[in-house]
Structures are given as C-alpha cells and as structure tokens.
C-alpha cells in the first residue's frame, strides 16, 4: 500500500522526494479512476458489401407465415422443389433438453430457444439465471433463430411451426431436428447436446432447391443485463487466425458483415458469453448487431424513466454451404473457458480456445497469476472468497515489505541530509530561478546525495513495484465471475458495493492511522496537510461506488499496512527517524515562539 505521510513531522528542506511520491500517488488514482473507461481500441469493423447476399435471398418468397394448418410430411431434407409436400406442424409445441449445467426450453415456432436457464448461477432477484434478455428477444430475435438480409424471409423463419423430431423432455446426450417446408422454402435445423456448455448446430435453408445465405443468430444480449453498466460492459469477441479482438459496444457497426475466416465469433457482457465457433472457420461470415434498447434507469421501479442502452447481437455462417457450428452459452469461467476450443484447419477441436473473452484489461499479465493464486487458497485452504481475499492480501503484504523497508531507509538517509541540503538553498535562495547560478545549487545537492549514499528516487522506485500489483489485484476482483454473489459476513455480493459503507469508512480511517504513523521525510504543510487528510477521503469515495472484493481488498491492505507501520517505528531506523524529527522540531520551537510573543 502507499505510504502517506505523517501530519505531525514538519521537516522543512527538500521537497523533491515528497513531491515524487505525490506525483506518483496522484497518477495512481487517476489510473484507477479511468482505469474502466480507456481500454485498447480496435478499428470499427469494415462493412462487406452486401449486394451479392441480398440478392441471394432476395429470391426467396414471402408468403404470409401461417401454416399452422399444413399437415406434417415427409422430411423437408427430402424436399427439393416448389412441388415438394409442405411440412409444418399443426400447433406451438416446446422441447427441454437438460444436463447438470443448464435447462434449455426450444419451441418449434422459430425452432429457437424461449429459455437458456444457467443452473449454478441466479440472478440479482435470487431466481435462476436465464440467458434469454426475454422482452429484447420478442423485438429482436431469439437465441438459435435464421438471421437472414431479407427481413420479411428472416420474420417467416422466425414465425414457422417446425416439426420436432421430439418433445417433451429429452436425454442428453441427444439430438433435436426441426424440419420445415412451404411453397418451394425448405429449412431444416440440427441441435445436438452433450454434458458440457457448448451445443452443436446446423441449418440448410433452401429456395426452389437452391441454398441461401444461412446464419445462426444470437440477437438480444445477455439475459443477466439489467443497468445500464451492465449493458456498456458487453463486447463483440472475434478471433482471427489466432489473434483475438474485442469490440466495446460504442464500436460494433449494427449490420456490418465481417468476412472470415474466423476462429470463433460472439458476444459477451462481464461475466457472461454466447460464442459461436464455426466447423468451418475459413468460409464463415459474421454479421455485427447493435439495436438501441430502452431500460428502466432505476430497476427497482420498471415503469419509471428510461434510458437508452446499446444491444449487442452476433450472426454467424456461411453464404454458400449450410452453416455447421458450435455455441457456447455460458459463465466466463477461465478453466470452462479453457476446455473450449475452435476448430483448427485439419478440422478438429484444437484451435485457439475462449480464454481471451474473459478481459482483465492492462494488467492482465499480473491479474491472471493473481487469480490462479486466488483459485488455489479458495479450493484448498478455506472454500470462502472474501476470506480467501484476506489470505492473499496478507501474502502480498508480506512480499512488499522488502520495498517498504527500502523505503524507510531511503527516507532515514535523506533526513540525515536535510540540514547540509538547507545550507546549500540558504546559499543560493538569493539568485532568482531563472539565474544560471541555480543550476550550481542543482549541483552541490547531487553531489551530496551521492557522496553520502542518497538515492533521490529511493522513495519512490518501490512504488513502481506495488503499483503494478494494486491495478492487477483490482482487475482481477472486478472481473471474475466468481465474486459475483459470493457472500462474506455482511456483504452479500463481493463484486457489488458495501451497501452499509462499512469498509469506505475503515479505508478513511485506517488510511489516516498509516499516514499519521508514518516518518516523513521533509514535507511541507500543505502537503502534509493533502496527503494526511484528502487522500484517504477520496479512497474512500472510490470505494463507495467499486466492488465490495476490491474494497476488501484494499482495506485489509490498510490495515496490514498500520501494523507493519507501528512495527517498523520500534525498529532502530524508526526511532533514529524520530529522534531526528524531535531534535528538528525542538530548534523551530523557539523560533516559532519569538514570532508569536
């Protein structure tokens, strides 16, 4: 943690390391501040043209949807003219298929999904969670439905009653086919399930026996998306021969086409994905969705103002063959995410895996060792996150004493200094700053410090060590999913605020506490003054508004901090600090004194 500086110690003499420390607890808080909002940026996706495929589709005819009256016949695969017998079922009938991981209900109006329900995880009401943004779905598409260039061919796949190789329940591992045939269009749509996250699909749409365009779609965002930072969380995931890209949702061009080939092609909010990896990565085409969506802008109150979010959706197929591809429909979990993979060119399951959609921004180089070391107390130490936070911080606090101890010393040496560096500013405080003569004064200070050992940076260069390790910890806590509705004594949600302030308060207070124990070096009062009293305030307004993990974090932090504090003052460079101090505040005594009598 950082070291404030103590309020009491009125040092005069050299600034230039009070300062440096002041820069660089600066710069960290207005890191951490816009750490969120300035992410690496990738170029807007370049739109396709687009004449070919609407001409393709163009073809298809758009009689009215309403087949709920065609009786059911042979297989639509078998079709292959306009002379073919219409298959169509005669009612809306839905289909459960269920593994340990989620419930998924499909309806044969579409053959898309209505419900993707995620069995180990719920949402903010306590209700299992379900992916399907129900009210966007019913405006924008379904999970799993056609997306289709021609709107009125895309509404008629949309509104079709398939028939359902089965329904009711249905054992995984399995399959389910729904098959669909009218005037000439034929579709035909495969799901296969196993035990994992992942569910296999294929399509063929056909018109008077020639293919159209096919692209499964996932067009409605998340189903976990509820405010408005939830929704600016979300991102466009691509990967391209290997190299991942994300898009922030400001950049997705609504309707762009992104010719392939891809790895893998999907969206994702922060904690949650739908990724489309193609069997074939070198013909696949991706179409980028992005509807602006009104939102209540208090949740508690649904009838109340709005406001407009984006919503991010994703195509993904081929414009020539029938589209064959897997969906990923789960938490952003590293090892879940690591037993995903894409198909690599000699078609297995071997390609780059889904990792990279789990983004810990700049730091991530820190925070995913950081998490791993997180993963390993919460598994085998104690089974509790905010406790397994505690461990880890006391870990990394106990790594950061060698630099706070090179701190100390670094500080020790330039108070012993201080008086020789005074005479030498007493010497030239006559010339102004402008005098060329000044720079000898810049001179006789450094030959000072080197002759007597004095490492200007001292103070700070440790501080570059810790910094790193604070922007890790905190990307790592306001990421992983795992956080997210852990309980630890009265915190409910370890990636929401502290609803009762708690640990704000504790960070202010304990903040103040380091800073008043803490030797200073030689700063004047009006730093002394910020630093004591302004930085632990505006900490402490940070983690009003941060999750309640990093606040944890940062408050114990503080508190190991006091501790080592309180220890170090009883060590022999402690007490040499403050008798330093002493002596110095005893000669401005009388000083002081002649001025107020």
Same mark, same amino acid.
């Given at each position: 943690m950082a070291e404030i500086q103590n309020p009491n110690q009125k040092s005069g003499g050299k600034q230039q390391d009070s300062r440096?420390?002041?820069?660089?607890?600066?710069?960290?808080v207005v890191m951490l501040l816009a750490l969120q909002y300035f992410r690496p940026k990738k170029p807007e996706p370049q739109p396709a043209e687009q004449k070919q495929q609407q001409k393709q589709s163009a073809a298809a005819p758009a009689s009215p949807a309403t087949d709920s009256g065609s009786n059911a016949a042979a297989p639509a695969g078998n079709a292959t003219g306009p002379a073919a017998a219409s298959v169509a079922a005669s009612g809306e009938q839905t289909t459960t298929v269920e593994n340990e991981n989620y419930r998924i209900v499909f309806t044969n109006r579409g053959a898309e999904v209505r419900s993707w329900v995620l069995k180990r995880y719920e949402d903010d009401n306590g209700k299992p969670l379900d992916l399907v943004n129900r009210e966007a779905a019913a405006k924008f598409g379904y999970p799993l439905s056609l997306y289709s260039y021609d709107a009125g061919l895309r509404q008629r796949m949309a509104t079709a009653l398939y028939v359902p190789s089965a329904t009711g329940s249905l054992a995984v591992p399995g399959e389910l086919t729904f098959d669909y045939s009218s005037g000439g269009l034929v579709v035909k749509k495969t799901f296969r399930f196993d035990a994992s996250y992942v569910v296999h699909v294929t399509a063929s749409v056909t018109n008077n026996g020639s293919p159209l365009p096919t692209l499964v779609a996932w067009p409605a965002g998340i189903g976990d998306q509820n405010t408005l930072a939830s929704y600016s969380k979300a991102q466009f995931d691509t990967s391209q021969n290997g190299k991942f890209e994300k898009t922030a949702t400001k950049k997705v061009s609504g309707g762009a086409t992104l010719n392939g080939p891809f790895d893998y092609a999907g969206i994702s909010d922060l904690y949650f994905g739908a990724i489309f990896l193609p069997d074939q990565p070198e013909q696949t085409s991706v179409i980028s969705?992005?509807?602006?969506?009104?939102?209540?802008?208090? &949740? $508690?109150?649904?009838?109340?103002?709005t406001e407009s979010v984006p919503l991010l959706g994703a195509a993904v197929g081929s414009m020539s063959t029938p589209v064959s591809l897997r969906v990923?429909?789960? &938490? $952003?979990?590293?090892?879940?995410l690591n037993s995903v993979k894409s198909t690599s060119a000699n078609g297995t399951e071997t390609g780059p895996n889904l990792e990279p959609i789990l983004n810990f921004g700049w730091f991530g180089w820190i925070a995913k060792p950081l998490f791993v070391v997180l993963r390993f107390t919460y598994d085998h130490i104690?089974?509790?996150w905010g406790w397994s936070i505690l461990i880890l911080t006391l870990l990394l606090n106990l790594l950061m004493l060698p630099t706070r101890i090179t701190m100390m010393k670094s500080a020790l040496k330039m108070q012993r200094i201080q008086p020789e560096m005074q005479q030498i500013k007493e010497k030239y405080k006559k010339y102004k700053a402008t005098d060329p003569r000044r720079q000898d004064m810049n001179k006789e200070i450094m030959e000072l410090q080197r002759r007597e050992g004095v490492n200007m940076f001292g103070g700070c260069l440790p501080m570059l060590i810790q910094y790193p390790l604070l922007y890790?910890?905190?990307e790592m806590l306001e990421n992983v999913i795992e956080l997210r509705h852990a309980h630890w004594f009265w915190l409910h949600?370890?990636?929401?605020p502290d609803a009762l302030h708690i640990l704000p308060i504790f960070v202010i207070l304990t903040m103040f506490t380091t800073s008043y124990l803490s030797p200073s070096p030689g700063v004047d009062p009006a730093q002394q003054?910020?630093?004591a009293f302004m930085m632990p305030l505006m900490f402490g307004f940070i983690m009003l508004n941060i999750g309640s993990g990093v606040a944890l974090y940062w408050a114990a932090g503080n508190l190991i901090t006091t501790g080592m504090q309180v220890i170090m003052n009883r060590t022999g460079m402690g007490k040499q600090m403050r008798e330093i101090a002493a002596k110095r505040a005893a000669k401005r005594l009388p000083r002081s004194g002649r001025r107020t009598a």
């Open positions: 440096s420390f002041l820069v660089f607890s600066l710069v960290f969705l992005n509807n602006a969506w009104s939102i209540p802008k208090d &949740p $508690k109150q649904p009838k109340g103002a990923f429909a789960g &938490p $952003k979990v590293i090892s879940v104690v089974a509790n890790g910890f905190y949600d370890l990636a929401a003054k910020m630093m």
